[in-house]
């Protein structure tokens, strides 16, 4: 009875002996290379993904344009998609806890092929809204990062993460680029064309290159997990040590920058004076420093510095950015900020996507990066009116005083608090 006790009590501990063997060899079956060529696939399904993102995301509102729907309607396009990935980020995570990394990014593109189809056959605006609703289960980023969770130990997670800004660079620039030409010299829709069969091969490559990593669960697993979507799951998770605190920190340290990104193709126009070539330059400028800055800088810093004194630099870095892009007058001025704020905002995604996913057990990791991808399409839901707000009353600096003030408020937060980064071991 005494023994038994003292495992109640101890319980936790006992768990987290458990949970640690299952994250180092959740996929133990599998050799070094073989993981590492898993990790490579889930960067290239990543990058693709990206690509064929940003190709409809340049090509959407000329589209949207040629159908006759005005800025308002296009506006409403946009929530609608915000609103779908929003409440999707955390059922995706969840699919992919129950089903397996390998199920989720079949799942996502396949949506992706989907979303393109519909979008190719777009002559109406009604169809053009429809064409949104696959968006729900389009989370290639976050099936990405799912199966570099179960590929690495925790102690090389958060270079693997970091890698994923290559990704990102790549979608941007390619993206963005590819999107430009095929629609200029071939026809609008062209690029749908083109993200219809990208999408179609992406879901092979998932299909025949990502193996099934998730073991099978127990009957207890089974009726715990069973609905996807629980309100009662995301407070659990919550309440384990330390995630709370850096949830927060991640949600509001991006924010203002966040609302500044969702205004920025007005304040180009307006306060850069810039035509759309470039914008798309900047664009690019963003995609290149997005390159260097996940691929040199952060997976170094990561293997030398603790994960809290990664977040505080992180936070530090956004306050002096925010600072300025209060005094910034021109776009050379904006260039110079991009610097520390690509940075930054690289390093605050990464650190806190790997201090959230080892905070919690190996068998939520996947509802974990859910609710982390939810952050933000939250922002572009809830970002057009209160930055459109900022923008008219206040002027750009608006953007620049709030992050200084948010981010001074964090870093005073995070010098003085306690927060439990102990790894999850169960």
């Known amino acids: 009875v005494s023994t038994m006790n003292a495992k109640t009590s101890s319980g936790g501990e006992e768990e987290a002996s458990g949970m640690r063997n299952e994250t180092l060899g959740e996929s133990g079956h599998l050799g070094e290379a073989k993981r590492g060529q898993v990790i490579r696939v889930a960067y290239v399904i990543a990058a693709l993904d990206l690509t064929f993102l940003f190709m409809q995301m340049g090509v959407m509102p000329y589209l949207a344009k040629s159908l006759g729907l005005d800025s308002v309607g ?4 946009q929530t609608i998609f915000g609103v779908l990935q929003l409440l999707g980020g955390y059922i995706f995570g969840r699919f992919a806890d129950q089903f397996g990394a390998r199920a989720a990014l079949i799942l996502s593109c396949a949506s992706g092929s989907v979303f393109f189809l ?6 109406s605006i009604p169809l053009l809204f429809l064409s949104r609703l696959p968006g729900v289960f389009m989370h290639g980023i976050p099936g990405a990062q799912k199966v570099i969770t179960d590929m690495t130990t925790p102690s090389q997670r958060a270079g693997a993460l970091g890698k994923l800004g290559l990704c990102f660079g790549v979608g941007i620039i390619a993206g ?10 071939l026809g609008i829709y062209v690029p749908t064309y083109v993200g219809l069969v990208g999408s179609l091969i992406n879901t092979l490559i998932a299909m025949v290159w990502i193996p099934s990593q998730t073991k099978p669960k127990s009957d207890h697993q089974v009726t715990e997990h069973s609905t996807l979507f629980s309100i009662r799951e995301i407070l659990r998770l919550m309440k384990f040590p330390g995630v709370m605190e850096v949830f927060i920190v991640k949600v509001f340290a991006g924010l203002p920058i966040g609302l500044f990104m969702i205004m920025f193709s007005i304040i180009s126009m307006d306060f850069f004076g810039l035509e759309a070539v470039e914008s798309g330059y900047l664009m690019s400028y963003f995609g290149v420093l997005q390159m ?3 691929g040199l800088v952060v997976g170094k810093l990561a293997s030398h510095c603790t994960e809290m004194t990664l977040l505080r630099l992180s936070v530090f870095v956004f306050a002096g950015v925010g600072l300025g892009m209060a005094l910034m007058r021109t776009v050379w001025h904006y260039c110079i900020i991009a610097v520390p704020l690509v940075f930054a905002f690289s390093m605050l995604a990464t650190i806190t996507d790997s201090i959230l996913t080892k905070a919690v057990p190996s068998s939520d990791t996947g509802a974990m990066l859910g609710i982390c991808a939810s952050v933000q399409p939250l922002t572009r839901t809830v970002g057009p009116t209160i930055g459109g707000v900022l923008y008219k009353q206040f002027g750009v600096s608006s953007f620049g005083y709030l992050q200084l003030m948010v981010n001074l408020g964090l870093f005073v937060y995070l010098l003085k608090s306690k927060i439990p980064l102990g ?4």
């Open 292 to 294: 260097v800055v996940q």
């Open 176 to 185: 963005s680029a590819l999107g430009g030409v095929l629609s200029t010299k």
């Open 118 to 123: 519909l979008m190719s056959l777009s002559t």
């Open 74 to 77: 296009f506006g409403y396009l």
């Open 423 to 426: 790894e999850m071991k169960s």
